[in-house]
């Protein structure tokens, strides 16, 4: 399998780790998203969105969108719970995390850390919902020690991977020291240095 993606984006990162956490062997190939490599025709035939990350599979196919990719790789693994409803419950965090916490948090990032842009001069709208989805987080995961509870899922890779991030958009962590206390716990299970 290979796995197509940009070092520096969470959302491959999650790919990443889910396939090194769970040994699965892979190639990782760098895609410089800076300089427009998922919008070459290549790449564009294997995964017409244009986006990091994908996976080609040896025979072949392709998949794309992180939490798919996630989902597929960890089929049969703890990191998905056999329970029905607690199934659910870790789907409801990765669609969360699709719509209300990655298009905030990650997209401020973005925009301060490669972009240039002040955090001061942010769109206003982006660190209310940045804000909003680190305190919605920070709730749900409540003591923990994980989002579902007691075991680590899907739902706390995918969340990690902007969460430990947000200080790149200009969120001060310190603010929330239940998501500290997290980041730490799912970077020591993932066997990952702190984010700097
Ligand atoms: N919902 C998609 C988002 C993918 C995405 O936004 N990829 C970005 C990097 S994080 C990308 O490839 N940007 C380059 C581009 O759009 O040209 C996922 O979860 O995989």
Redesign the pocket.
């Known amino acids: 399998m290979q796995i197509f993606g ?1 070092s520096i ?4 990162l999650k790919v990443k780790w889910t396939a090194d956490l769970l040994a699965i062997p892979y190639e990782w190939v760098e895609i410089d ?1 800076m300089a ?1 490599g ?2 070459t025709p290549d790449f564009v035939a294997m995964n017409p969105a ?4 994908a996976i080609r599979l040896p025979d072949g196919r392709a998949l ?4 798919a990719i996630m989902l597929y790789l960890a089929e049969g693994s703890a990191l998905i719970p056999a329970d029905r409803f607690d199934r659910a419950k870790m789907l409801e965090w990765l669609f969360w995390e ?1 719509y209300s916490h ?1 298009p905030a948090v ?1 997209v401020a990032r973005f925009q301060v850390r490669y972009l240039g842009k002040g955090a001061a001069n942010l769109d206003p709208k982006l660190v209310e919902k940045s804000k909003a989805a680190l305190d919605r987080l920070q709730a749900g995961i409540g003591e923990g020690p994980f989002i579902l509870g007691d075991a680590l899922s899907l739902a706390d890779i995918a969340l990690v991977a902007y969460t430990r991030m947000a200080g790149d958009g200009g969120f001060d962590l310190a603010l929330y020291p239940g998501l500290q206390r997290w980041i730490a716990r799912v970077e020591d299970a993932l066997h990952l240095s702190p984010y700097a």
């Open positions: 940009d984006s969470g959302n491959c998203i427009g998922s919008r244009g986006q990091v990350p794309a969108q992180s939490n699709q990655e990650a």
